[in-house]
């Protein structure tokens, strides 16, 4: 009965280990395939990505301030062609203008693509505005503008995917005016318009009190 006990103990130590082992290599195998997915174009380069798509915005308006978008409530008018290069996904992204990143090394442009800092454009310094739509080789899209997009120039650029990694973009400097963007004012004009008094008043009497405190001090 005690080498039973024995044998039984040895199995079951047996069974634990292998279990162990097993979960272990389940979880090296896991994360090589994330490395394999996501490692194809975290590595990639606009200068070995074919910058052949043709992108615009805007429909062909007049450039000038006069066509800027409001955070959080504008809409880009993109139009795509030429992507030839057959992808799974396509992303979105918005880039400063080179006027916009001159003297300002966090925007700096980078040639790795998922590393390039010219195209983080919002406060979270998101890489992506839009980050998997479906591959069209042609076609458009309103995308909204979102809140926090920081009062710039800008221009946009699309990318196609396959197979985990860049396979072509294009970017709309070369056919378009750069996009300029404004903050949205959400608070009407006559809260404003009271804020502006309350502070003005409050300036008032701390004025009046501090003389008049002035006054009785001997």
């Known amino acids: 009965q005690h080498r039973r006990r024995i044998s039984c103990t040895h199995a079951t130590s047996a069974s ?11 979880t090296a195998f896991a994360l090589v395939a994330a490395f394999a997915v996501t490692g194809a174009s975290a590595g990639a380069t606009y ?7 043709v992108v615009t915005i805007g429909g062909g308006k007049t450039c000038g301030a006069g066509h800027a978008l409001k955070g959080g409530v504008g ?3 993109l139009a795509w062609s030429n992507f030839t290069i057959v992808g799974e996904t396509m992303a979105v992204k918005l880039c400063y203008t080179n006027a916009k990143i001159v003297d300002r090394p966090w925007r700096k442009f980078v040639g790795t693509i998922d590393k390039n800092k010219q195209c983080w454009q919002t406060a979270k310094l998101a890489k992506f505005l839009v980050e998997t739509m479906p591959y069209a080789a042609t076609g458009s899209m309103p995308i909204p503008l979102p809140m926090n997009t920081a009062p710039s120039d800008y221009t946009v650029q699309l990318l196609s995917k396959v197979n985990g990694t860049y396979a072509q973009y294009g970017d709309s400097k070369g056919t378009s005016c750069a ?8 608070q009407p004009a006559s809260l404003v318009g009271t804020q502006v008094f309350f502070t003005v008043f409050s300036l008032v009497v ?9 006054k009785r001090q001997p």
């Open 75 to 77: 809409t880009i008018d």
């Open 206 to 214: 701390l004025v009046v009190s501090y003389v008049i405190d002035k």
């Open 47 to 53: 200068a070995s990505t074919p910058n052949t798509g």
């Open 16 to 26: 634990f280990i292998s279990l162990r082992t097993m979960s272990r290599m389940l």
């Open 179 to 186: 996009l300029t963007t404004t903050i949205y004012e959400n």
